[in-house]
């Protein structure tokens, strides 16, 4: 089936945010932070604003607005409130923190004054490390909070400490996942234009139409629906779009004031340095482990680096405390005990990224584990197969998480088969015996789907404000419309739904238009994001559709004198059972459910929006990386990647596969390639691509992709989420190839990015971080 | 301003230009092909490709001044009314395209490469494709589309 979306992204007619264009619009460029920690003496906008095309320069003390975002409101009640100005007044929390904006006729005009603008700082400490920020005497970013953590969680099950005494073994390691970026393609930006003083139409380039248009509408005081919300054409999101940043509240702000449309779009290094950096989380892994290779429990400590303020509204606690409640994963454990820390430092904020903090634990949890498999000299599938919990059946993990079944251990088992796995072994101690260097590393593991009510409180995160509509209408022509609040930035929404809906009411997959984007079009949703829409968006439209169907087959019981149960909707005809040739069409029934004759008491219009909210359901998969490693160079070659993807029932495989391997490319990119650092006066160092490594063609295998297919008990249709276990798993995958590869090193990970020189660091001196007591 | 003399897409334009303007924004801003996308401002990740006298250019690395008196073509010029090119209609087929972004850029270095060498091995795709970024596809999708469409234009000629 080809994409419905393709034409229009093929030859260019796809409108993106920066393409859509409105009478006497402005553009607005920010002024920035050049230091990590500065008070702000007196800010000198004089010669910024005299500049040729300027309309205004603006600083905080200016905006006729509100002057904050506050941070928290998504979050556990006991989390701290972060309040984040819009733009800073008294001092800069981190290397581009917004002090002003400029307006003026062109982007060009609005960058020169832009650096015009003089400001006096006063620099303060910078604070880079998120453990040294949490120490007492450490400075502090916001004041007001009286220290630099969000907030401290605490949570165990089982008995943990009995269970850690009586261990025959404790292994412990510490890992490092290192920062990293969505990255996507189109950045940042926003297009305000004020239709009247109380009605705003904003373009946005969002994950999350529905929900800017609730945060936007609270802090300027407006009716939820006098803001219209217009998302065009998304060149990708991954998470970094289901944010409200300032510069987005900024904008109509600025509009209003001098009543013409304005303009930001994210520049490149804007972007790297200053949208949201993720994924970063410090942790330290205990486990219990009896001689036979029984893993009883896991014990960690998860440090997430949130950066100078919290990502509006979902905070910082998306890294760590997403990474602890999946510390369980896919093992069968007696006890789990894990502390969470939600470290300020005085970098970028954190943002959601495609697996949020469940990478980070992954990757620490399974390379934990093969160190135990080393330690024990027991085979890593082997250990993983005592440990597993079965497959099929639900389980409740011991951070309540309701898994709804899948291949846990079949999954593997298909990897280790693709790979030729006995094979595999036997080159690998052909090839040392040449000093080369070969490495394979798997990873099983467990994603949830549906970001909903239900999986946010199994992450710790409250349940409310999670409601999601679409709309199905049959139009009088008996095509069918769809709308829907979700919004696809890819991942091919129009095509699926479109096809559902199809199936649903019988009339063929070109007769289906799919509207969505557009808050003034559509139906209630909360948007795109955590795996939702496929499982979601499907339920809500099977529900809506299905309600679509009944007022049809009662117009059509009518036409052809039977009973509705008798009825039939397929291939644009409605028919007798049995009886194919007394029919009418789609087109027929709809024409006389529009304008009779119809049944007494049946409505009109068949039209119905229905909402779906699902209870929690987990993906499986599991991931196989072979990789080579130059011990001169240390650089690493990925040579085979092997996924055995679970997402229970398949909704369109094409764009299931497109999904897995985007997530993958991802994935090498985190462990081998990106990399987000700062030196130790809080200076970036990666604000372009040239320092910031996307991967290219040449670092991406070809990947191999199997499919099991154990549908959800438990969701509509089947369906379970899918789209980011590519980013959740491969890095645990590569990362364990990389370990088995230079174990004639004693090499043990303990940190990403791994490029050439981390590599050389593990060959020469051996580094083996794993204690064993 | 300097006047600049320009043939996109098949149309001459007279313009008048800022001797600063840069091509990638002439051709969005000024001419309104917004069909070329900017996606880091200096020249690496290729969404802005465009074709200059035929031959694969980033757009954001040069200035409209410079193109006086060249012919150029753009993503819009690919396609013939509803029918896409082989390029656009393989790319579609092999879902090599997620957001959409990258791939006007993609699809004009496509252009000229095929046009250079209408054989290509897929190393020599792949070699290509690393002066392009994606971040939806993982790439591979885009390698065997560009393959599938050098064996259709192959077989036509």
């Known amino acids: ?773 | 301003m300097t006047e600049i003399n320009v043939e996109v897409n098949g149309l001459r334009f007279e313009e008048s230009v800022p001797a600063r303007l840069l091509l990638s924004d002439f051709l969005r801003h000024q001419l309104k092909l917004t069909g070329t996308h900017v996606g880091c401002e200096h020249g690496v990740c290729g969404s802005c490709t465009i074709l200059l006298e035929g031959v694969a250019v980033r757009s954001c690395l040069m200035l409209a001044v410079q193109v006086d008196g060249a012919s150029i073509r753009t993503v819009e010029s690919l396609a013939s009314g509803e029918d896409l090119h082989p390029l656009q209609e393989e790319f579609r087929r092999a879902h090599a395209l997620q957001c959409g972004f990258c791939t006007p850029g993609i699809l004009m270095a496509s252009v000229d490469f095929l046009g250079r060498n209408p054989n290509p091995s897929r190393t020599e795709i792949t070699d290509m494709l690393s002066g392009q970024l994606c971040r939806c596809t993982g790439y591979t999708p885009i390698v065997d589309a560009i393959e599938q469409a050098a064996a259709r234009l192959q077989g036509a000629e």
């Not at chain 1, 369980?328 to 495609?354: F, H, I, N, W």
């Not at chain 1, 949830?448 to 995160?461: V, Y």
Request: charged share 20%.
């Open chain 1, 1 to 773: 089936m080809l994409r419905v979306e393709d034409p229009a992204l093929l030859t260019g007619k796809a409108d993106f945010l920066d393409d859509v264009d409105r009478p006497g619009s402005l553009d607005a460029v920010f002024v920035r932070s050049p230091h990590a920690h500065a008070r702000i003496g007196s800010i000198d906008v004089e010669a910024a604003s005299v500049c040729d095309g300027v309309v205004a320069v603006l600083t905080a003390g200016e905006l006729d607005g509100p002057r904050t975002l506050a941070t928290t409101i998504a979050t556990r009640p006991e989390a701290k409130t972060v309040e984040r100005p819009l733009l800073v007044a008294d001092k800069a929390r981190f290397q581009g923190d917004a002090v002003a904006v400029v307006v003026a006729r062109d982007r060009y005009a609005a960058e020169d004054a832009a650096e015009l603008v003089e400001i006096d700082w006063e620099p303060l400490p910078a604070l880079t490390d998120p453990i040294a920020a949490l120490q007492p005497d450490a400075p502090l970013i916001h004041e007001e909070l009286g220290e630099n953590n969000f907030e401290h969680i605490e949570f165990s099950a089982g008995p943990v400490d009995r269970v850690f005494a009586d261990a025959d073994h404790i292994f412990r390691k510490t890992f490092h996942f290192g920062r990293t970026h969505a990255a996507p393609l189109e950045g940042r930006g926003m297009l305000a234009e004020w239709d009247s003083p109380e009605s705003l139409t904003v373009w946005s380039s969002t994950q999350m139409p529905f929900l800017v248009r609730w945060l936007i509408a609270g802090l300027l005081e407006l009716r939820e629906s006098a803001v219209r919300v217009v998302t065009p054409a998304v060149g990708g999101g991954f998470g970094l779009k289901v944010h409200l940043y300032p510069e987005e509240v900024v904008v109509p702000i600025v509009a209003r004031m001098l009543g013409r449309p304005v303009k930001w779009i994210e520049d490149r290094p804007e972007a790297l340095a200053t949208s949201g950096h993720s994924k970063e989380v410090l942790m330290e892994l205990e486990a219990a482990v009896s001689r036979n290779g029984r893993i009883h429990a896991f014990r960690g400590s998860f440090v997430g680096d949130g950066g100078a303020y919290q990502g509006h509204p979902w905070s910082s606690l998306i890294d760590p405390l997403c990474a602890a409640s999946m510390l369980p994963g896919q093992y069968d454990l007696e006890a789990v005990a894990y502390e969470v820390d939600a470290a300020m430092t005085t970098k970028c904020q954190s943002t959601a990224y495609r697996g949020v903090g469940w990478t980070a634990s992954h990757t620490a949890r399974e390379a934990l584990v093969d160190d135990i498999a080393r330690a024990l000299e027991l085979d890593p599938l082997e250990l993983r197969r005592r440990n597993m919990i079965p497959d099929g059946a639900p389980h409740t993990s011991l951070t309540n998480c309701h898994y709804d079944g899948g291949s846990y251990a079949s999954s593997m088992q298909v990897a280790a088969d693709a790979l030729d796995y006995d094979e595999f072994r036997d080159r690998q101690r052909r090839l040392r015996a040449k000093e080369r260097y070969v490495g394979v590393g798997f990873s099983p593991f467990i994603e949830q789907g549906g970001w909903a009510a239900g999986i946010a409180e199994a992450m710790g995160f409250p349940g409310y404000h999670y409601t999601d509509g679409v709309s199905v209408s049959m139009e009088t022509d008996g095509t069918v419309t769809v709308s829907s609040g979700f919004q696809s930035n890819g991942q091919g929404h129009e095509t699926t739904m479109a096809q559902l809906a199809a199936d649903a009411l019988g009339v063929s997959f070109e007769d289906v238009r799919v509207v969505q984007g557009d808050t003034a079009q559509t139906a209630y949703a909360t948007g795109s994001y955590g795996s939702r829409t496929a499982v979601i968006a499907s339920g809500a439209l099977l529900l809506a559709a299905g309600d679509v169907r009944d007022k049809l087959l009662a117009v059509a019981a009518g036409l052809l004198e039977a009973s509705p149960s008798d009825l039939e909707l397929a291939a644009g005809n409605v028919f007798v059972q049995g009886a194919p040739a007394r029919r009418k069409t789609i087109a027929e029934v709809v024409a006389a459910a529009y304008w009779g004759p119809r049944p007494d008491g049946v409505d009109p219009i068949p039209a119905a929006t229905r909402s779906y909210e699902p209870p929690e359901t987990y993906s499986n998969a599991c991931i196989a990386a072979v990789v080579e490693v130059d011990v001169e160079t240390g650089f690493t070659k990925v040579d085979r990647l092997v996924v055995v993807e679970d997402c229970g029932t398949v909704l369109n495989p094409m764009i299931v596969d497109g999904q897995i391997a985007g997530a993958f490319a991802q994935g090498i990119g985190a462990v081998l390639h990106e990399g987000l650092p700062y030196n130790e006066d809080g200076q970036f160092l990666a604000p372009t691509l040239v320092e910031f490594l996307y991967p290219s063609a040449t670092n991406v295998p070809d990947l191999e992709i199997h499919h099991l297919e154990t549908p959800s008990p438990v969701t509509a249709g089947g369906f379970k989420g899918m789209g980011e276990g590519g980013l959740i798993g491969a890095p645990a995958a590569i990362v364990n190839a990389i370990a088995d590869a230079l174990s004639p090193f004693g090499a043990s990970i303990d940190q990403t990015p791994l490029p050439p020189e981390a590599i050389l660091r593990l060959i020469d001196p051996p580094a083996a971080q794993l204690e064993q007591h």
